[in-house]
């Protein structure tokens, strides 16, 4: 069975650290997101213990059903096959792509991170769901970004898919995305024939003073976008 049709506007990235999270607590922050619109989640979660990620991966899971959003979790792939979610998000230093849909059987999704239009191209080829682009704009978030490509970079990227076949690819863009840059960086990222899907966000969301507010100000500014005027 192929994977669902999944809207991806508003993708909201975890991050648990205190630097984002600060002394909130993860599992109301993702709901108040998904109060506010987010479309779709990936938890992330570079730190904590295995048995941590399987119980805090099942609590988030919960929650995004009640939304009837899509759950992804990143770089742990066993536990995504585990308890059963809906996909996974892997980078280029990660699991392999062909190792991962063994793992998690069909159906599932199973996004990938890209720099470079060689990257994206692998990754499309490979038969990515859907492609996260970025680095977009500097980000204190991520410590090992390799470069920030700006949104010139992303379209170029955009064209490079549309023009080998992959027009129809899913894509985001991560990295330093609020709701002060969202509608721009849709707008100017569209190439020929190929927009963005919508944008991926760690710190406007999770370390806003109100998620659901933040997530509902970038839900609004990606549909702006998305509507020509
Ligand atoms: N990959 C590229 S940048 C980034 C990831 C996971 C972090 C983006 O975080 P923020 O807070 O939305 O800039
Ligand atoms: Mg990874």
Redesign the pocket.
């Known amino acids: 069975m192929a994977a669902p049709k999944v809207d991806y506007s508003v993708y909201l990235?975890t991050?648990s650290t205190p630097a984002?999270l600060g002394d909130a607590d993860l599992a109301s922050v993702v709901e108040q997101s998904l109060q506010g619109g987010v479309t779709i989640v990936q938890y992330?979660d570079k730190h904590s213990p295995r048995d941590h990620v399987v119980a805090t991966a099942r609590k988030l899971h919960q929650i995004t059903q009640k939304y009837n959003v899509p759950f992804l979790i990143?770089d742990h792939v066993d536990v995504a096959a585990e308890i059963g979610c809906e996909g996974v998000h892997i980078g280029q230093d990660d699991m392999a792509f062909e190792e991962a849909k063994r793992l998690l059987g069909e159906g599932k999704i199973i996004g990938i991170?890209a720099s470079s239009k060689e990257e994206a191209l692998k990754a499309a080829s490979q038969g990515a769901t859907y492609l996260?682009i970025?680095?977009?704009?500097a980000?204190?978030?991520?410590k090992d970004?390799k470069s920030i490509i700006g949104p010139v970079g992303v379209s170029s990227i955009l064209a490079a898919l549309a023009a080998e076949g992959h027009g129809a690819l899913p894509t985001v863009c991560?990295?330093?995305?609020?709701a002060s840059n969202a509608r721009d960086v849709m707008r100017q990222t569209v190439s020929p024939r190929k927009t963005l899907d919508g944008v991926?966000?760690?710190?406007?969301i999770?370390?806003a003073r109100d998620p659901a507010a933040a997530a509902r100000e970038i839900q609004g500014a990606v549909i702006g976008a998305k509507i020509p005027e």
């Open positions: 990235v991050d984002i992330r990143n991170t996260g970025g680095t977009v704009y980000t204190s978030t991520k970004t991560i990295g330093g995305v609020n991926a966000v760690v710190s406007a999770v370390a």
